[in-house]
């Protein structure tokens, strides 16, 4: 079975200080590992993914991830936020070969305050 | 290109009558997934079409529940008999599923909310 944990429902941050948003997960095969983003009253769309290759992945609106095996993360970070990164982030995980449903985390989320 | 679209954006109904949700994928999209999203909550997977293999149906929370698939593209989300418990956002997500990569690509989402 696989897993995905976010570790903070809600990261509260002030502008323009640096963020990292936390996933761990859990499986017996190899991954691929995404970061979606939700704005409010919007579906999801894809920050960043790993598939394989280097473990520092970057995605749009300056986000960064990095894979890290031993550990079993992927955390998110930016290094400096702004008020329209407030939003909804999820973690999600697949696997290759067998079933292309990813598993999704619960979900964090970021409030930037001004 | 055209996105994922979802018909209606908002659904109000009545406890016990039925409700049909519509999903637009990507054109060429061989995966097409239905999401429910509850206020404050994450995503619960419900249901999952690839190609022509048989769905997915493993996340359905009831028989209430069906979903179909037309054509390989427009798919319909059924709910029979709704419930209050039934509320939330339902999203819908396609995916060309090639080795390797099978990032989704999601729908704005319907909000049905059941009085």
């Known amino acids: 079975a696989q897993s995905v944990t976010q570790l903070d429902s809600q990261v509260p941050v002030f502008e323009e200080a640096p963020v990292e948003l936390r996933c761990n997960y859990s499986?017996?095969?190899?991954?691929?590992l995404f970061w979606y983003v939700q704005y409010p009253n919007q579906g999801l769309q894809l920050l960043l993914k790993?598939?394989?290759?280097?473990?520092l992945v970057k995605g749009i609106n300056g986000f960064e991830a990095e894979f890290n095996k031993s550990q079993t993360s992927f955390h998110l970070r930016k290094p400096s936020v702004h008020i329209s990164d407030t939003a909804e982030y999820f973690c999600?995980?697949?696997?290759?070969?067998?079933?292309?449903?990813?598993?999704f985390g619960r979900g964090t989320s970021l409030i930037v305050h001004p | 290109g055209a996105g994922v679209s979802q018909s209606p954006s908002n659904k109000v109904t009545e406890k016990g009558k039925d409700v049909e949700l519509r999903c637009d994928p990507i054109?060429?999209?061989?995966?097409l997934y239905w999401y429910r999203q509850s206020l404050g909550q994450g995503l619960e997977f419900l249901i999952y079409?690839?190609?022509?293999?048989?769905?997915?149906k493993s996340g359905l929370p009831s028989d209430r529940f069906s979903a179909e698939r037309t054509g390989g593209s427009v798919s319909t989300l059924t709910i029979q008999r709704t419930q209050q418990e039934d509320s939330a956002v339902y999203l819908c997500?396609?995916?060309?599923?090639?080795?390797?990569?099978?990032?989704?690509?999601f729908g704005p989402g319907t909000r049905l909310t059941v009085t």
């Open positions: 079409f690839q190609g022509n293999s048989a769905p997915d």
């Open positions: 999600a995980l697949g696997t290759s070969g067998g079933s292309y449903i990813p598993t």
């Open positions: 054109s060429g999209h061989t995966a």
């Open positions: 997500a396609s995916s060309l599923v090639i080795s390797g990569s099978y990032e989704q690509y």
């Open positions: 790993y598939l394989s290759g280097s473990t």
């Open positions: 499986s017996s095969v190899s991954v691929y």
